[in-house]
């Protein structure tokens, strides 16, 4: 079971359909278990909003904003010490009509700046190719980019493409590199938008190049600042990701080498990035998103708060951008207002989206981080899922489904920890729908579907076996009860009545063995008789003293009051028993007591009985045998009193037994409440009473109360017990911490 729970896991999840049940619903699970992540501080998006708009009293389409507006954040931004500049815009088209010279305003901003990059808008063509013989064939689709008009791109750093679905598809994941028409690889926005942060550690990335690639490495620049002055950024990360496209080994050897040099460089931060560096060449094509929250959990500065220095004060436009990477483009925190949103898991309630600038931000800080969503690797994910879909189906058949249930359940859970505490601290994406929704419900299905058949198949083989020595209706009780019976010892949930017979001794002795057979032949079937009717089952004999079971059936879940009555019945056979018998008789103790019973065989070599053994067994004879002292014939447990009220009967206490490391609450059973007389109930009012003021350690009045009873049953046992009780507590109080047990020493 265990191989094909594995098996059937590992096909469904690599299946199209299991990878995107995985991506959807897999992955959202794991970032809301997971929930808000602090991004790095090296990211600030400036939002173009309608606040924005309203207070630099524009049109609120921010396609037509001013470009002198944008060539006057710039300039603000670059004595602001912003390290990248990324505008999540479109300028394809100049506007030579526009006031104070716009576009030669922004276009001389960007150049001194030397750092703003600018976003290139990507179409979809569709290309007929033809078949053979010139027939039209299949179609292909190739992307087309729309760079900035030559006036601004010549200007920038560099421009590159950010590609996003919109809804309803959800956007999991972006490309750190796309194949157009023009050029490829083509490098996407963030990845330019890294590359040009990360000169900062160029020296020694490129001395690392250097170490590994002798012979590729030297055509790239020897400086930072001549990439930046020839703007050349983008062409060094084609160029780069060249190399390590041709030597699949390189991601390795590069971290080798930096690992290999611990001094350079030797700041953390730096190291960080050049292993990110190393990490984003290494990887492939697409990247899964680290989202850090809902919008505005990346720092945001508000347009106007930037441009306007004397409205920034505290709050978002307080926060220092020197040193990092500033991404500029539309982003509202309100619904309606927005206009570049986009389906998220992040998405709120209230329907608001991350905007573009944003997700574009959150793929640069998952870069700086070197913390993408990373999935498992196909042989870790496809030989994971296997061997949880094999420990399912294990733990599933090993126990019975009571234990089964529970322990896959925990299992999964345990797992699901896991992979959320490996995705909170590593990005590690484990799959959690096919193993904990699919394989865990199938492992525990299948285990109770094959405990079915083997228990019936059980209750055949146990119902011939036993019959031989057990009766048909006993049989019948057993089979019912033993769910999933495997051997011939289980635990079953049932009542226990133990009888004991007094004097049996000495009518032993005055009898003939011949005659005391017969007598103890009829004794036993005005016993056996009441047990019988109210469905109970005879499990030993022994000399004067019986033990009977009701066990818990489908048809009788607690079958208490059926025990109960069979008690009330005895006591009442043995009267016209000894009234049959010409005064001859053998008064008769009984206890009783429910809970877990063990049935099996018990015995060695070749004699074995099938009896119930167990603390219930046990403690139902403890209670028979305290008849003895409480001067009573018939007591029985808390747990076996039913809870309705049908019963006469009266709260003797908690004792704790001979032998015994746990009390039990005793009530002594005189009869039906319907049949109950006045004088039965007068006494039992009276003698609860009493019961109350000796818990409460009042002796003298507790003492005075079971005085009162006893002139309303001269002769009631528990009162004169309690009385003796009471009068040595008044010489030697039990202290304050008595917790109302008696405690008996005597069997």
Known sequence: MGIVVGILGSVASSTSFGLKLEEHLGLETLFRLRGHRTPPPDVVVISIDKESSDRLDLSGKEKRWPRSLHAALTETLAHRGAAVIAFDLFFEQSREDEEYGGDQAFAAAIRKAGNVLLCERLLTERVAMSGRMGRPGAEIEVLQRIPPFSLFGDAAAASAPYPLPKVPVKVCSDWTFRTTAEESPAPTLPVVAFQLYALQVYPEFLRLLEEVFPDEAHVLPRTAEDIVRSRQIKGVVRDVRGIFKKDPSAEKRMLAALDASPMRPSDPGQRRLVRSLIRLYGGGVRKFLNFYGPTRTIPTLPYHKVLRPGERGKGPSAVDIAGKAVFVGSSESRQLAQKDGHYTVYTEENGVDLSGVEIQATSFANLVEDLPVRPLPFGWHFSGILLWG???????????????????????????????????????????????????????????AWNYVEANRDRRNFRKAFAYYLPAGAVDELVENFEGVKTSEKLVHGVCLATDAEQYTTLSESMDP???????????????DPVRRHGG??????????????LATREAPAPLSEACLAAIEIANAMREFRESHNGIGLPTRIGLHAGEIRLGNIGAGQHFEYRAVGDIVNTATR?????????????????????????????????????????????????????????????????????????????????????????????????????????????????????????????
């Open 537 to 550: 089952m005879v499990s030993n004999v022994v000399g004067d003293s019986m033990l009977a079971l009701w």
């Open 623 to 747: 209670i028979e045998g305290l008849n003895k002292y409480l001067g009573t014939r018939t007591l029985v447990s808390r747990e076996v009193l039913p809870m309705e009220d049908i019963f006469l009967a009266r709260d003797l206490g908690s004792f704790l037994l001979a032998g015994k490391n746990r009390p039990v609450h005793v009530y002594e059973l005189e009869g039906l409440m319907a049949e109950a007389s006045h004088r039965q109930k007068e006494c039992c009012a009276s003698f609860a009473e009493g019961m109350e003021l000796f818990r409460r350690q009042s002796w003298e009045a507790a003492s005075g109360k079971f005085h009162e009873t006893l002139g309303v049953r001269g002769d009631d046992g528990p009162s004169l017990f309690f009385l003796r009780l009471c009068a040595r507590y008044l010489k030697n109080p039990p202290g304050e911490a008595w917790d109302g047990v008696v405690h008996m020493e005597n069997k």
């Open 514 to 528: 011949k005659d005391l057979a017969l007598f103890m032949n009829r004794y036993y079937e005005a016993v056996f």
């Open 390 to 448: 094999m420990a399912a189906g294990v733990l599933s058949f090993v126990f019975r489904p009571a234990i089964a249930f529970p322990a896959v359940i925990t299992f999964s859970l345990l797992y699901l920890a896991a992979a959320v505490q490996r995705f909170s601290s590593g990005g590690a994406w484990y799959p959690i729908v096919i193993p904990l929704l699919v394989q865990g419900p199938v492992a525990l299905f299948g285990s109770a």
